[in-house]
């Protein structure tokens, strides 16, 4: 039988506690990442963000026309004054075969082209960005951050960590949310297009002609896969949906319809 002498005892003891206390540390991530997210300093999560954005420009460029993006602004500008936050939203048109919107970090909202093109009204397409400002507005894409990174998020405060930075981005644009979150930003995005008074029913009819249309749409079937909540929406949202104004004259829904005429490799917000 082996025994270690009290001091060498005392230290495996203090070990072991350590070991454990690290392994809960890190084993909360995943439960405690919407406290830790509101705990990430909006620079970081901005920095992510803008990695994020540059590196579509790889294979995709920013939709510029000032007519339409005067007019997505415009809806950006609506729906962010009814909401009550302090998310900075930067809203970005990607121009790209595709069909795809997402939030990143920071209160960076990217919608593709091709959700302007398959939008039957500016409802649906207020219905898509209310859904994504939701997202920012319930701190989803850093929620998302953290439970990719963990506490290596806080790295990023170190200069000259932008590498870093892109690799995380990287990660956090191939992560999911999970059902409840996609849940709480189709019911947040009603809400905000209610308390915008613009009509509410658009985001849920989107998703559902979207899910119709199916495989006829490049990338539908894997952007409805990515916001799972349900094959059908409007039974998660009918109990919110209002009558309400339109997103926009059709003047404007025409200019946003052609955002696309010029575009441009730099990262380009609207407004
Ligand atoms: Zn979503």
């Known amino acids: 039988m082996h025994h270690l002498d009290p001091k060498k005892r005392r230290l495996a003891i203090i070990g072991t506690v350590l070991a454990v206390c690290l392994a809960a540390f890190f ?3 995943p439960l405690m990442s919407g406290l830790l997210a509101k705990l990430v300093p ?23 026309d000032p007519e339409g993006t005067k007019a997505l602004d415009g809806l950006v500008d609506k729906l962010a004054a009814a909401a009550d936050h302090d998310v900075p939203f930067r809203v ?4 790209d075969d595709v069909l795809n919107a997402f939030a990143a970090p920071g209160g960076h909202v990217v919608i593709y082209e091709e959700i302007i093109e398959n939008a039957a009204d500016p409802q ?17 894409p850093t929620k998302g951050l953290v439970k990719t990174v963990g506490y290596g998020v806080f790295s990023l405060l170190v200069p000259g960590s932008g590498e870093l930075g892109g690799q995380i981005g990287q990660a956090v644009i191939e992560s999911k949310y999970s059902r409840d979150d996609e849940l709480e930003a189709d019911r947040g995005g009603v809400e905000l297009l209610n308390a915008a008074k613009i009509d509410s029913h658009g985001l849920a009819r ?38 309400g104004d339109e997103a926009m004259t059709a003047a404007q829904w025409q200019a946003l319809r052609n955002v696309c005429k010029s575009h441009s490799k730099t990262p380009t917000p609207v407004g």
């Open 206 to 243: 989107f998703f559902d002609t979207m899910h119709d249309k199916g495989s006829d749409v490049p990338g539908a079937l894997e952007f409805l896969s990515s916001h799972p909540t349900g094959d059908h929406r409007q039974g998660a949202v009918k109990d919110l949906e209002r009558d």
């Open 92 to 95: 970005y048109v990607v121009k």
């Open 27 to 29: 084993l909360a991530i």
């Open 42 to 64: 909006q620079s970081i999560a901005d920095k992510v963000g803008k990695q994020v954005i540059e590196s579509l420009a790889g294979n995709a460029e920013f939709c510029t």
């Open 124 to 140: 649906e397409l207020a219905g898509v960005l209310a859904h994504e400002m939701s997202h920012e507005l319930h701190d989803h």
